[in-house]
Nanobody
Framework: QVQLLESGGGLAQAGGSLTLSCAGSGRTFSNYYMAWFRQAPGKEREFVAAFNWSGDIEVLADSVKGRFTISRDSAENTVYLQMNSLKPEDTAVYYC????????????????WGQGTQVTVSS
């Protein structure tokens, strides 16, 4: 059974940092495209980042460029989202997603999803 498990969410102050992890199990995700999305209460799920394991595909939303970075550990089947200079508007549930053939910004196309991890940024 394919599973994605996010962790690392929590409470941070504005200007602070958090690192989210997404561990994959059930198969090797090295041939999959990975993505991070987020969803704030009452809002649609929003694209944050999409990338592949080799690093030659990496797209970040304008709202997080220069603040969020992506890293990967293929041996551990885990990807990370390092979030710096956090803002209250970054508050959301963050989701990890994977798909064998799609690396875009449309959340509806991604096949596999984690359960989400809450990030709350206080002002």
């Amino acid at each position: 059974q394919v599973q994605l498990l996010e962790s690392g969410g929590g409470l941070a102050q504005a200007g602070g940092s958090l690192t989210l992890s997404c561990a994959g199990s059930g198969r090797t995700f090295s041939n999959y495209y990975m993505a991070w999305f987020r969803q704030a209460p009452g809002k649609e799920r929003e694209f944050v980042a999409a990338f592949n394991w080799s690093g030659d595909i990496e797209v970040l939303a304008d709202s997080v460029k220069g603040r969020f970075t992506i890293s990967r550990d293929s041996a551990e089947n885990t990807v990370y989202l390092q979030m710096n200079s956090l803002k209250p508007e970054d508050t959301a549930v963050y989701y990890c997603a994977a798909d064998p053939g799609y690396s875009g910004q449309n959340y509806a196309i991604y096949e596999y999803w984690g359960q989400g991890t809450q990030v709350t940024v206080s002002s």
